[in-house]
């Protein structure tokens, strides 16, 4: 059974930094490119950050770029989302997610998904 479980959410003031973690289990973590995407009340979910297998290649959103830096450690099966300087326009659930080998910039593209952690920056 696969499972993704997220974690590091909170509150934040605008300008601040939070640090997204995700842990998997039961799936090979090394053959999945693993994402970070996020849904805002009344919004469609948007992809946010996505690493490699082996973690040399790393994907952003432009909303995120230059503030945001995803990590993975397949040792331990984990992937990490860094975010600094956040906004309040940054507030919303992030969901990790998994798919294999190939990177996806969608959504529909990732098979496995956790429940999600919810971000909230004030102003």
């Known amino acids: 059974q696969v499972q993704l479980v997220e974690s590091g959410g909170g509150v934040v003031q605008a300008g601040g930094s939070l640090r997204l973690s995700c842990a998997a289990s039961?799936?090979?973590?090394?053959?999945?490119?693993m994402a970070w995407f996020r849904q805002a009340p009344g919004k469609e979910r948007e992809f946010v950050a996505a690493?490699?297998?082996?973690?040399?290649?790393?994907y952003y959103a432009d909303s995120v770029k230059g503030r945001s830096t995803i990590s993975r450690d397949n040792a331990k099966n984990t992937v990490n989302l860094l975010m600094n300087s956040l906004k309040p326009e940054d507030t919303a659930v992030y969901h990790c997610?998994?798919?294999?080998?190939?990177?996806?910039?969608?959504?529909?593209?990732?098979?496995?998904w956790g429940q999600g952690t919810q971000v909230t920056v004030s102003s």
């Open positions: 690493i490699s297998t082996s973690g040399d290649t790393t």
């Open positions: 997610a998994a798919r294999s080998w190939s990177y996806s910039g969608s959504a529909d593209g990732y098979r496995y």
């Open positions: 039961g799936l090979t973590f090394s053959t999945k490119v």
